[in-house]
T-cell receptor, first 110, second 115 residues
């Protein structure tokens, strides 16, 4: 199963862009990369996912390197409510489970 | 509103007393799953179901049972709870399986304490 690695924590000033990196060097060519976040102990919330091309939605942008070994989640204008644990995830090989790591704790301050 | 609901949200019980945590989704999703979350261990999958009457074990199935008699419901059953099942439990659903199928919706969580 693909393994992802993320920095344990990051800080960001309110209103600035938050760039969260993720390494997934063992991901295979047809495995998607998903990003979720978890605020306190609430249920994880889907943010975005991608395969090869960069993706953007109303919440964030996802930049995937051409070799697919890493990606960056961009929150363009972070707010205090974006303080959360962010998970970069790949499904297991069978596509039956999300493999959660420890994630990155993002702290947004004013 | 599209959502996954779980009940109860909080439960304190004693060792050996059978309990059921219910999970229901209103999105007509085929795939449903249960995860547990423990400090330092992240979320780990307990069981999943690809469709009605189709269930399979995840990474940590010991001590749990599930059933999928209807598409919308996926209850988690602890026949004889033990203290090591004290955890935060999440139910999730998605339209299809996870290999590129898009987002998975998570419920609000059930905090279970077994004494």
């Amino acid at each position: 199963d693909a393994k992802t690695t993320q920095p344990p924590s990051m800080d960001c000033a309110e209103g600035r862009a938050a760039n969260l990196p993720c390494n997934h060097s063992t991901i295979s060519g047809n495995e998607y990369v998903y990003w979720y976040r978890q605020i306190h102990s609430q249920g994880p919330q889907y943010i975005i996912h991608g395969l090869k091309n960069n993706e953007t939605n109303e919440m964030a942008s996802l930049i995937i390197t051409e070799d697919r070994k890493s990606s960056t989640l961009i929150l363009p204008h972070a707010t205090l409510r974006d303080t959360a644990v962010y998970y970069c995830i790949a499904p297991n090989q069978a596509g039956t489970a999300l493999i959660f790591g420890k994630g990155t704790t993002l702290s947004v301050s004013s | 509103e599209a959502q996954v609901t779980q009940n109860p949200r909080y439960l304190i019980t004693v060792t050996g007393k059978k309990l059921t945590v219910t999970c229901s989704q209103n999105m007509n999703h085929e795939y449903m799953s249960w995860y547990r979350q423990d400090p330092g261990l992240g979320l780990r999958q307990i069981y999943y179901s690809m469709n009605v009457e189709v269930t399979d074990k995840g990474d940590v199935p010991e001590g749990y049972k599930v059933s999928r008699k209807e598409k919308r419901n996926f209850p988690l059953i602890l026949e004889s709870p033990s203290p090591n099942q004290t955890s935060l439990y999440f139910c999730a659903s998605s339209l299809l399986g996870l290999a590129g199928a898009g987002e998975q919706y998570f419920g609000p969580g059930t905090r279970l304490t077994v004494t």
